[in-house]
């Protein structure tokens, strides 16, 4: 068993730049609403982004910056095809394994998953706008019509809706890692710095070839570990 030896947080803003969307379920989804709507607390109905979708989009990111994935060969109609999956190797070395997890490798040596991605809620001061909205009778939701084309007609197919949090708000962000004894914690968290960085530059959610999704982070390393011990604060900042 590995020791873990201590926690470093990244805590900040997540921007959202243009409208997003991560798709929810809804249940009863009434005649006339949406045809994709956003991810929401069931208790409070207030958007959120799960820590799961960050988490997600960082890993694959990163594998593709790095090209850690593993490649996945199947047969479609007599022509071999190739696709990227997440990386399964689950070797010490391999950051993505050792931050992420290895995927579909249980007892992997690279375990355990340094990271935690925590569900990012919307910040105050954005709930604070949304409350405004809803008072003056307002929908802080956009619902956006996607008109589908048919190629074989080229006539404009019945559109669909898809909503959307509009752009402007910001949600809370917050990464956990857990550093063990032998981890080189820059390391991990300049890793995690980069698909950040590459995230500014790409998307989160659905749509992002149509400008959804853009969004941008402001955010600090606390380097403030949880343990107590100062032995623990030395080994993490070290
Ligand atoms: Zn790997």
């Avoid at 207030?46 to 994935?69: A, D, F, M, N, V």
């Avoid at 689950?90 to 991605?117: D, L, M, Q, W, Y």
Wanted: proline share 3%; net charge neutral.
């Amino acid at each position: 068993m590995k020791k873990l030896t201590g926690f470093i947080k990244y805590t900040g803003k997540m921007h959202l730049e243009t409208g997003t969307s991560i798709k929810g379920s809804d249940n009863d989804l009434s005649i006339g609403g949406a045809d994709s709507i956003v991810v929401k607390n069931p208790i409070t109905a207030i958007p959120y982004i799960p820590g799961s979708s960050l988490k997600g989009k960082l890993r694959s990111l990163l594998e593709l910056h790095y090209g850690k994935y593993t490649e996945k060969k199947y047969e479609k109609n007599g022509t071999e095809i190739t696709i990227g999956s997440p990386c399964t190797c689950g070797k010490e070395s391999c950051f993505v394994c050792k931050i992420f997890g290895a995927h579909n490798h249980p007892g992997a040596e690279s375990a355990p998953t340094r990271i935690i991605v925590r569900d990012c809620n919307l910040s105050n001061k954005s709930k604070d706008t949304i409350a405004n909205l809803l008072l003056n009778g307002k929908n802080y939701l956009e619902v956006k019509a996607e008109n589908n084309i048919d190629r074989a007609s080229g006539k404009v197919g019945s559109p669909r809706f898809i909503e959307r949090v509009p752009a402007g708000l910001d949600f809370n962000v917050e990464i956990v890692l857990q550093v063990f004894e032998g981890d080189d914690a820059e390391d991990m968290k300049a890793k995690i710095k980069e698909g950040l960085t590459l995230l500014e530059n790409s998307y989160i959610g659905s749509s992002g070839s149509r400008g959804y999704g853009q969004v941008t982070f402001n955010g600090k390393w606390s380097d403030e570990e949880e343990a107590k011990d100062k032995g623990v604060k030395d080994a993490v900042s070290g």
